[in-house]
């Protein structure tokens, strides 16, 4: 539970059932957003054992400073809980985090997936057969994007693992989002697409423009790409108005991205700076990129933005565009020539 909610977690825990009749705590995760209300509940049961990986004692110990009973696991221990039943344990290293770890109820046949296979996402009906299927599709996307992309190498390998154990799955429970019971391979069979290089025939132009000639800019190399490639999905974005982790989906599904933004103090803008630095720590694999901007005197914005992209993993296709001042025509008519160009190398 997220910190936040300790409190209500604990009382809502206390109406199910009476804490003292807990025996284990499995903590496949420390971070805040799962380990937040474990405090408040050890102060209720301070002697019941915890449950983790090696790195789960760090990251535990690190954030809270207390002397609980904790029992390291490794992938293959198995927990008898009762009623014939066991809990095996299986590491999911850098799944996103060091610590992290699934574990498998026999008997009911429940994949406990922690962070993996989930979404920030919330719904009173729980189940993935009750909720709005596109709505879960892209949340599962967006977190895929958001958050495992670096890590893709890892959830490959991880699910093969788990494939390879042959353990019948009727249940996925992740720690947020809903719980997968209807053909719940639906989803590891995405994750496998997602962790290939995923890309689909689209490009994405995102900018951030201090007067609009940057939009200008963006409008007519759209005009370039629909021009060579009338197939191509494409989506504009002002990052200055637009979710980051929004805009990241739309670059995760993307071949080509194109990055816009004007000059200002010798560099770009502040919106494009956070969303690049976000595009870095992801590691995208298998996409070309280029960059535009307009600029008024000195206009270093396009080397930057290509050079922080091209750092970023991207394949530069040109060293950019960019228009002084306001586009004229001659300006726009460059512009549409560009957006041809780029459709072509990215087709
Ligand atoms: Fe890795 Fe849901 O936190």
Redesign the pocket.
């Known amino acids: 539970m997220w910190k936040p909610f300790a409190k209500e977690y604990v009382e809502n825990l206390k109406s199910e059932i009476d804490l003292k009749k807990i025996d284990y705590i499995i903590a496949n995760?420390a971070?805040i957003?799962?380990s937040g209300a474990l405090c408040d509940l050890m102060k209720e049961i301070p002697d019941t054992p915890i449950y983790c990986t090696a790195n789960g004692v760090k990251s535990l110990k690190g954030q809270f400073h207390q002397d609980w009973d904790l029992h390291v696991v490794k992938t293959g221990d198995k927990l008898s809980i009762g009623n014939g039943k066991e809990l095996i344990f299986i590491e999911a290293t850098m799944l996103?985090?060091p610590d992290?770890m699934m574990c498998y109820l026999t008997g009911d046949n429940i994949l406990f997936s922690n962070?993996a296979f989930?979404q920030h996402y919330a719904s009173e009906f729980m189940f993935n057969d009750l909720v709005d299927q596109n709505e879960l599709y892209v949340e599962c996307m967006k977190y895929y994007a958001n958050i495992l992309t670096p890590f893709s190498a890892f959830v490959t390998k991880k699910i093969n693992e788990v494939l390879s154990f042959n353990l019948p799955v009727d249940m996925i429970c992740t720690?947020?989002g809903i719980i997968w019971r209807d053909d719940p391979a639906q989803i590891i069979k995405k994750y496998l697409q997602w962790a290939d290089a995923y890309k689909e025939n689209q490009i994405t132009v995102v900018y951030d423009s201090m007067w609009e000639n940057t939009r200008i800019m963006a409008e007519h190399i759209i005009q370039g790409i629909k021009d060579t490639d009338s197939t191509v999905t494409v989506k504009l974005y002002n990052i200055a108005h637009t979710d980051k982790n929004d805009a990241i989906l739309e670059i995760f599904k993307s071949k080509g991205v194109l990055f816009g933004s004007s000059t200002i103090n010798s560099g770009i803008l502040s919106g494009m700076a956070g969303l690049i630095e976000e595009v870095r720590g992801l590691k995208f694999k298998g996409k070309k990129a280029s960059s535009f901007g307009s600029y008024g005197w000195s206009g270093e914005s396009v080397k930057m933005l290509n050079d922080l992209v091209s750092k970023a993993g991207f394949e530069l296709t040109s060293e950019g565009i960019k228009v002084l001042w306001t586009p004229d025509d001659e300006g726009k008519k460059q512009c549409i020539e560009f957006g041809r160009k780029f459709a072509a190398d990215v087709k």
Request: glycine share 10%; no cysteine.
């Open positions: 995760h971070e957003d799962h996103h985090w992290s962070d989930g720690s947020h």
